[in-house]
């Protein structure tokens, strides 16, 4: 008998203060529905309005089975596509499906996608802090939960927070995070120079410059940083600026990720034809769902690229789930990023409040346990959505300021 969808409805909630999209496909079987995540946490209700007013029209009556066809037919409905907005939407549904399919087959999304290359999904956190010795602190501190590979920044990326124009900046000058790139090189050569001495080289450091240096700058950086032989070097080369890429490949032999900012495939696939890349670090609802980057992670493995996909904060457990089960299935799997959504059972005691409202509302999240991620063995993504929980942290719709990035003069620069 087919199952199709009767109902799409868009939850938004911030457990954490971080806008969350959630997108639930209800089916004609009672009780069976699917989840999946369309978080855009800045521009979360024009996501809602594409799912609700676009999506569902379009979706209402069809066959759950047919993700790949429903894939299509959502990303060419508008005609233009490929744009963050309507990737993220898509998304939730795609993501949807999946769950569905696997509560349908009885059978986890990672054995859909073939089943396990590994059983637990090693991950990096982020030690940052006012200064070195806060920042060995918190590696020691994530090194003492197994975790062997760590992103460390120094002071945030690349500037301070959203305030008043520098002293330094023209008279006149509007607020925003002032970014002097000099510096910010500067203290992190100095911070590697410190960490290196502390703790030799048998720890594994990422570094991300969050594309806060002119391309320039960035590979000046990348050579300058090559003696503290990082893990990997990220977003060294603004987006729109790929043409860098070669001469940084020519360059280091620092292994490069970039990604977390790509919607659309002409943005990735020859980056990997040509090498240019190691990691590839997509944002997995940017680029329109599960469908979508299950290709690219296979497109990836065919050009010795490993994945080491986006898991930030601004995203909900069902996409830290949609990782972690792509994670276990594939082959050219690299490092997965993990921001910190401890399940109950390792709740860091500062982390007493939030963390816990999370997964009160996303009950199911794959747990952390010494070093490793584990997706648990429930059908389809494993994560379910608890709306009463979800009613509680509403999410509000203010002004994006930490993206108001300025050069000391002034001028805008990427954020
Ligand atoms: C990362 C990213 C994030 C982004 C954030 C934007 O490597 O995790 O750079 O920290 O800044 O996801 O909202
Ligand atoms: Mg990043």
Known sequence: MTVAIRDIRVVCTAPEGINLVVVKVETTEPGLYGLGCATFAYRHLAVKLVVEEYLKPLLVGQNVENV?????????????RNGPIENNAISGVDMALWDLKGKMATMPVYSLLGGKVREGVPIYRHADGRDTQEIIANIEKYRAQGIRHIRVQCGGYGGGGFGPATATAPEGSPPGVYLDGKTYMRDTLKLFEDLRSHFGFDVDFCHDVHERLHPRDGIIFAEELERFKL????????????????????????????????????????????????FIRVHLSQAGGITPTRKLQILAENFGVRT?????GDMSPLAHAANIHLDVASQNFGLQEWSGTEPPNFV????????????????????????????????????????????????????????????????????
């Open 68 to 80: 790949e066809q429903l894939w299509h037919l959502m990303h060419h409905n508008g005609y233009w």
């Open 231 to 278: 893990f990997f070097l990220e977003e060294a080369i603004p987006l729109e600026r790929h043409e860098y890429l070669r001469e940084l490949r020519a360059k280091v032999s620092t292994p490069i990720a970039q990604g977390e900012l790509f919607n659309h495939p002409y943005e990735w696939r020859n980056i990997i034809a040509e090498g240019l890349i190691d």
């Open 308 to 312: 080491a996909w986006h898991g930030p």
């Open 348 to 415: 860091i005691q500062e982390l007493k409040g939030p963390r816990e409202a999370l997964l009160d509302v996303f009950p199911g999240l794959p747990e952390f346990r010494n070093g490793y991620v584990y997706p648990n063995a429930l059908p389809g993504l494993g994560v379910d959505l608890n709306e009463a929980e979800a009613a509680k942290y509403p999410c509000e719709n203010t002004v994006t300021t930490w993206t108001q990035t300025r050069l000391p003069d002034g001028t805008l620069q990427t954020p």
